[in-house]
């Protein structure tokens, strides 16, 4: 089966506020399996517009992914987050290699 990632690119207007949401996020992740596979760091855009900051997170699979987004306490950190930070995020489903290749 396939996994899930959560891509994102923000901006983080405020870290103090911003760390409310890292610590709310932290329960809803663990419980559907999310890991941080990009989590800031240096990084060269090459092509394209993306805001400053990039996140991956990896789920066991694509439902995972968008059961963790969906939920309540997902839902309630996003709270935490709004007007002090900007991001975009695009869930999507791993590619698995056909066997043999």
Same mark, same amino acid.
């Given at each position: 089966?396939?996994? @899930?990632?959560?891509?994102?690119? @923000?901006?983080? $207007? $405020?870290?103090?506020?911003? $760390?409310?949401?890292?610590?709310?996020?932290?329960?809803?992740?663990?419980?559907?399996?999310?890991?941080?596979?990009?989590?800031?760091?240096?990084?060269?855009?090459?092509? @394209? $517009?993306?805001? &400053?900051?990039?996140?991956?997170?990896?789920?066991?699979?694509?439902?995972?992914?968008?059961?963790?987004?969906?939920? &309540?306490?997902?839902?309630?950190?996003?709270?935490?987050?709004? @007007?002090?930070?900007?991001?975009?995020?695009?869930?999507?489903?791993?590619?698995?290699?056909?066997?043999?290749?």
């Amino acid at each position: 089966m396939a996994k @899930g990632y959560w891509i994102a690119h @923000g901006r983080v $207007d $405020d870290p103090e506020a911003y $760390d409310l949401y890292r610590a709310a996020n932290a329960a809803p992740l663990a419980e559907y399996g999310g890991r941080f596979l990009v989590r800031g760091g240096a990084r060269e855009l090459v092509e @394209g $517009d993306a805001k &400053p900051r990039t996140v991956v997170i990896e789920f066991p699979d694509y439902d995972a992914a968008l059961s963790c987004y969906r939920s &309540p306490a997902y839902q309630a950190a996003i709270e935490l987050r709004r @007007g002090i930070s900007e991001s975009d995020l695009v869930i999507c489903e791993g590619w698995t290699a056909p066997e043999g290749h």
